[in-house]
């Protein structure tokens, strides 16, 4: 079922313009009368990444059930991923429920006819609601802008105003180009400025906050709209589900562990994950020295964690509880330890085991690769390892402990090394040549008829070669 009262943005702006002072925000009093409050069927089950306690989750729902977005095909919203100007034409286009026949003609060279946004962006250029850039293109993979978005909405309201001859924003000037828009903006209370007073016009939209503003508007133009009931949401593939209870589902740090031989920490990533489904695990194990772990958000951690939010993953950074030389490769009792971490994961969570997702770095990867696949495989069932700078098997002809059919048929194994990571070029960490060892290992497990690939990147070594597990993993994900 849709609003349909929604759909008229032309007199849904021209109303919010008759509203608005720009002293203030637009008082409740001067908005339309609530309708009763109602209970509304929806299509659609919630995104994976946006359970029901979520930040944002009630504009998100709205947006949904309402056909204005339709997330990722993974079923994920991505709310902390930063929206982008053709997302968020392609939002603006929605929410109006104009129609408009965009034709063939081209009006900015970044967007052609094959873009999926290029109606929406055709309706905006065709409205006068947004010129593009100097250069002639539109920016539509740049991440849309506070000061931007305030812009595209002001000239979609159709109303002149005259803004403050004082700014009421330290960091806007009254002859700032977002100035009028900004206040304007500020005044419908749509959006809030920060704490210190500031607007921050160049700061990056994230697509939950973009959901807010349409939300805000939406509410105070034709009153919030109704509850909606949400379908439980189907399995797409065979599950393997453990079944687990009992863990809080939060983003939380050094959470200890102990198998009851060693003892040591992890970082959890799960405050996006909705409890009431089988979500899949991502393990990133780190390289020699641990720097992952203890300095997460300067390592590819954040990356791995935007993967998981969007894939409906959660994610667990372990540190290797072999402290006296702080690598996870060098002991099976490491192994073993981050083995029986997945498992006791799986006793508090409601885990997938046939998504269930090894990364490492470096020594990490050559643990996945050491240890995990070789040794200790016969806890999950299905996924994907993504294998960073390393990755050997060393003088073995098969594994030491069987891996299953069903995982041999199920597991993917990717190889991603830097061309200039060996000692002969000079970019290798000490003596470990890391081409070398991903050879081996992707050469082993190719052996044994699993599905592997490898990639070597010219021009890049150790170091620079790490945001391209994320980026492989990106792809891995996409094609399931």
């Known amino acids: 079922m ?23 925000p637009v008082s409740a009093s001067t908005a339309p009368a609530a309708d009763a409050a109602t209970t509304t069927a929806c299509a659609t089950p919630d995104f994976t990444d946006v359970p029901n306690r979520a930040s944002f989750y009630e504009p998100i729902t709205w ?23 053709g997302e968020t034409a392609q939002l603006l286009y929605r929410f109006s429920g104009e129609a408009h026949s965009a034709g063939t003609r081209i009006d900015f060279t970044d967007v052609p006819a094959s873009r999926s946004a290029f109606t929406a962006v055709s309706w905006m250029q065709a409205k006068g609601y947004s010129t593009g850039y100097a250069n002639g293109t539109f920016g539509i993979d740049r991440p849309i802008t506070r000061g931007e978005l ?4 002001y000239r979609m309201s159709g109303q002149g105003v005259t803004a403050p001859t004082t700014s009421p924003f330290p960091d806007l000037s009254t002859r700032d180009h977002f100035y009028t828009p900004a206040t304007w903006f500020h005044a419908t209370g749509m ?41 439980v949401r189907q399995a797409s593939g065979p599950v393997n589900a453990t079944g687990g209870t009992g863990g809080a589902y939060r983003d939380a740090q050094a959470v200890p562990f102990s ?18 489904t089988p979500h899949g695990i991502m393990i990133h194990l780190h390289g020699d020295g641990g720097f992952e772990y203890r300095q997460p958000q300067w390592s590819t951690v954040p990356a791995y964690e935007k993967l998981a939010e969007q894939h409906g993953l959660m994610l667990v950074v372990p540190s290797t509880p072999d402290r006296a030389t ?12 981050a083995a029986d971490l997945l498992k006791d994961l799986g006793r508090k969570y409601n885990l997938d085991l046939n998504q269930v997702y090894w990364t490492g770095y470096s020594g990490g990867a050559d643990t996945v690769a050491r240890h995990m696949m070789n040794s200790h495989s016969a806890g999950w069932t299905g996924g994907a390892a993504v294998l960073v700078a390393g990755g050997g098997i060393y003088g073995q002809q098969a594994p030491l402990r069987p891996i299953s059919s069903t995982l041999m048929r199920n597991y993917e194994m990717h190889w991603v090394v830097g061309a200039d990571d ?59």
């Open 191 to 231: 959006v809030s400025g920060y704490a210190d007073g500031t607007f921050r016009p160049h700061r990056a939209v994230t697509r939950g906050e973009s959901a807010q503003f349409l939300y805000a508007l939406e509410t105070r133009v034709n009153g919030t709209p109704p509850t909606y009931t949400v379908p």
């Open 2 to 24: 849709l609003i349909t009262h929604r759909r008229r943005i032309a007199g849904v702006m021209a109303l919010l313009a008759i509203t608005i002072t720009l002293a203030g």
């Open 259 to 276: 198998n009851g031989t060693t003892s040591s920490q992890y970082h959890l990533y799960a405050g996006h994950l909705n409890a009431s």
């Open 150 to 153: 305030s812009a595209f909405l």
């Open 422 to 480: 060996t000692p002969s070029r000079g970019g290798a960490s000490g003596d470990f040549d890391a081409v070398h060892a991903a050879r081996l290992g992707a050469a082993f497990y190719s052996g044994l008829g699993m599905d592997t690939s490898l990639t070597i990147k010219p021009g890049l070594d150790h170091w620079e070669i790490a945001p391209s597990g994320p980026a492989r993993l990106a792809e891995v994900l996409a094609s399931r």
């Open 63 to 85: 947006l949904r059930c309402e056909q204005i977005s339709t997330g990722y095909s993974n079923g994920s919203y991505a709310p902390h991923q930063q929206i982008t100007r």
């Open 326 to 337: 702080d690598t996870w490769w060098r002991k099976d009792t490491s192994g073993q330890y």
